[in-house]
């Protein structure tokens, strides 16, 4: 059976099942909108289904890898919920310090999908730290939307501060130069955004169709920025012209890339937004910037 991809859905129903995963509008307002859409047999119900992850598809890289050495590790995170399970990878066999990146997941927690990044940073050359950031009420609970409901009742403020935190641990490592990045996708890049707020000593910051900072807060930024954004996310597009005229207003070192014609969520390689040649192109633009920036 062929993988489905965006271009089997109409782009309606993927508007709308964006405003579902976000939080816009719940699950029966979503089966209900979406019922216009199924045709041909389909249910409302089953048109969710397909658009739900596969995750026996997220491994690029597998856990059993001999390129990679993992392990689950705990930090402090003391302004935010305590001690915090990240998944951390690493180069196999890899002798003396080597540069960092934190990787932030989407608004579901750390899914295999993210795990599966993290290990693509490893086998690059970096060590990667991904906080799970539903840690508080048990971890990633095995599927995205009942990680979606627990994301939401914790406090956004501490968990905020579980992402700060892991660029402390990850900075004051013995594992690790100086030179620390950090990449995330949807929540995570809007986490990126604000690491490069509060973070001067962020070497690099690498935000997938992320929530932009207040362009007051522009200034503060002294981290590279990378940023990518899905051409056809109009929600998260809206706030990049006010954050580009900041930018440029205050001088910061950065490159944005806006990819024609994909929808949010396109680096994410278990479900139909899916983009091969964009996700592609945009994380050989990431690694390069990352080793670039890192070294």
């Not at 990126?192 to 932009?212: E, I």
């Amino acid at each position: 059976m062929n993988r489905m991809t965006a271009h089997d859905f109409d782009q309606g129903l993927l508007t709308l099942f964006d405003k579902y995963v976000h939080g816009i509008i719940d699950r029966r307002k979503f089966l209900d909108d979406a019922a216009k859409y199924a045709v041909g047999g389909m249910t409302a119900t089953m048109l969710l289904e397909q658009l739900a992850p596969n995750y026996a598809l997220a491994a690029q890289v597998m856990e059993d890898d001999s390129r990679v050495q993992t392990e689950t590790i705990e930090y402090d995170s003391p302004d935010g919920n305590g001690m915090i399970k990240a998944y951390k990878a690493r180069p196999a066999g890899a002798s003396g310090p080597l540069p960092g990146v934190v990787v932030v997941h989407e608004n579901r927690g750390l899914n295999p999908y993210v795990a599966d990044v993290a290990r693509r940073l490893a086998v690059d050359g970096f060590v990667a730290l991904a906080p799970d950031g539903l840690t508080p009420l048990g971890g990633y609970p095995g599927n995205d939307e009942d990680g979606r409901a627990m994301q939401q009742k914790i406090d956004g403020a501490k968990l905020m501060e579980d992402f700060m935190a892991a660029f402390d641990h990850l900075k004051a490592s013995a594992e690790t130069t100086d030179r620390i990045g950090v990449v995330g996708f949807c929540y995570g890049g809007g986490v990126c955004n604000t690491m490069a707020v509060r973070k001067p000593d962020l070497a690099a910051s690498v935000p997938f169709y992320g929530r932009q900072p207040d362009a007051a807060d522009v200034p503060k930024i002294q981290a590279a920025l990378q940023i990518h954004y899905a051409g056809l996310d109009e929600r998260v597009n809206a706030g990049w012209p006010a954050f580009e005229a900041a930018l440029k207003a205050n001088g910061k070192e950065y490159a944005a890339y806006v990819y024609p014609d994909v929808n949010h969520g396109f680096h994410n390689d278990t479900t139909p937004r899916y983009d091969e040649a964009a996700a592609t192109l945009a994380w050989d633009r990431t690694i390069a910037f990352f080793k670039e920036k890192l070294a």
